[in-house]
């Protein structure tokens, strides 16, 4: 494993690094690090992404992979547990996992236990704290490994890891970190309801650090969708999974009446892609549709910055899944854009319906598509939650505010965050 020098260092704990979709993490990583945090970043796969965010080349962290599989590499989990073996935790340790393996019979369980005992084993002495970024399967990592080690661990909770774990295990990593943070009031009341004491969790927004984006454009585009020549142009930006709700979503543009001009760009990986492809076609609506795949910030801006309209439609999926607070959506407001979303998870906490955008019921693509209608119809409307959502941002999502919280949970100073001058 990397080396690190003897200064107290934070090893943060992810599924995979680095992931397009979780700029949040990454911006946090980077802003911490800008405050003098030593970091150390545990992977528990290996990227699966072919592009990189700008961020990504300025964390200066080394980055440690675990096996994602521990058929991979048996001789390395073999000699991690022979080193750890006669520590006085492992056989508590030990007697906890299979506890866990008990009451959730599952292969992913035992990598769980395997991925713990080489990151306990190889994890550099300057390390002084674990931070886990996910409450599911790196807490269980970061849990054991800590408790191996004899040290302090912490959690950030975010959206599927909160309500698609099990109650009892959500209990009982609680009640075991120091403490946790998550990013929404409406998971937080939640995981407050499961700790040991409400104070052991707090709300904390990510936020958008508006030091990496442009100014919103000076003026709005007056396209009414009359004109098949200048079409509303409709954004979103999110994985092709079942919680982004881009099923109801198609259905919503093929209500439209056949009299409005538009068209909808999608940007987002994701294991539905070519089903949504499909149900396009289906529809009939497949011509007036561009997807462009997982795309780099760069790209995603400059999407924002053409587009009319931004549409977020989430759900919550089969098993329970669901959005957290999308920074899509904080992303789009940046650039001025008018958003439209569901009412669904955390997002009522930004958008307040008919001010700062508008919001539909879930699952519902009738009700979506009645309003995707209306916007389209009203540029002036949609100038109007642009703005109002521009100022929704600014005044109550603050990027610094949410670093000085982690800054203090740290036990850093309270430095200004770094930005980059502008060239």
């Not at 919503?252 to 409005?260: E, I, M, R």
């Not at 008919?354 to 539909?360: E, P, Q, V």
Request: proline share 6%; glycine share 6%; aromatic share 8%.
């Amino acid at each position: 494993m990397a080396e690190v020098t003897a200064s107290p260092t934070v090893a943060v704990v992810l599924k995979g690094y680095p992931r397009l979709s979780e700029t949040f993490i990454a911006q946090e990583i980077l802003a911490l690090q800008q405050r003098g945090l030593r970091q150390i970043i545990i992977s528990l796969r290996r990227p699966t992404d072919t592009k990189r965010h700008p961020m990504h080349a300025e964390i200066t962290a080394p980055v440690v992979y675990l096996p994602e599989y521990l058929y991979q590499e048996p001789a390395r989990v073999l000699r991690a547990w022979w080193r750890v073996r006669r520590s006085p935790a492992y056989r508590p340790v030990r007697r906890q996992w299979l506890r866990d393996l008990w009451r959730d019979r599952t292969p992913n369980r035992g990598r769980r236990f395997g991925q713990a005992l080489v990151l306990a084993a190889e994890l550099p002495d300057g390390v002084a704290h674990l931070h886990a970024h996910f409450l599911h399967t790196p807490a269980s990592v970061t849990r054991y490994a800590a408790t191996l080690r004899g040290l302090p661990w912490s959690v950030s909770a975010h959206a599927k890891d909160i309500w698609t774990s099990p109650e009892w295990e959500k209990r009982e990593k609680l009640a075991d970190c120091a403490w946790a943070v998550t990013c929404t009031a409406f998971g937080a009341r939640h995981l407050q309801s499961l700790a040991p004491e409400p104070g052991r969790v707090e709300l904390l927004y990510h936020g958008l650090d508006l030091s990496r984006f442009p100014q919103p454009a000076a003026t709005y585009s007056r396209r009414d969708g009359s004109n098949p020549n200048e079409p509303v142009r409709i954004l979103s930006v999110g994985r092709a999974v079942e919680k982004k709700g881009y099923d109801d979503l198609l259905q919503a543009l093929a209500l439209l009446p056949d009299s409005l001009a538009w068209r909808f760009t999608h940007i987002g990986g994701g294991k539905l892609a070519a089903a949504l492809k499909a149900q396009a076609k289906t529809l009939g609506i497949d011509d007036r549709i561009t997807w462009h795949g997982a795309q780099a910030q760069e790209a995603v801006v400059a999407a924002y910055r053409e587009a009319d309209l931004f549409v977020l439609a989430s759900k919550v999926a089969a098993d329970g899944d669901r959005d957290g607070l999308p920074n899509v959506l904080m992303e789009a407001q940046s650039q001025g854009l008018a958003c439209l979303a569901s009412d669904a998870a955390g997002i009522p906490e930004l958008i307040e319906n008919g001010r700062t955008g508008m919001l539909t019921p879930a699952s519902d693509p009738q009700a979506l598509s009645r309003a995707i209608a209306e916007l389209i119809a009203a540029p002036d409307r949609r100038e109007t939650l642009g703005i109002g959502g521009t100022s929704r941002l600014h005044g109550g999502f603050s990027f610094e505010t949410g670093i000085d919280r982690l800054s203090a949970r740290f036990s850093l100073k309270q430095a200004p965050i770094q930005t980059l001058a502008a060239e």
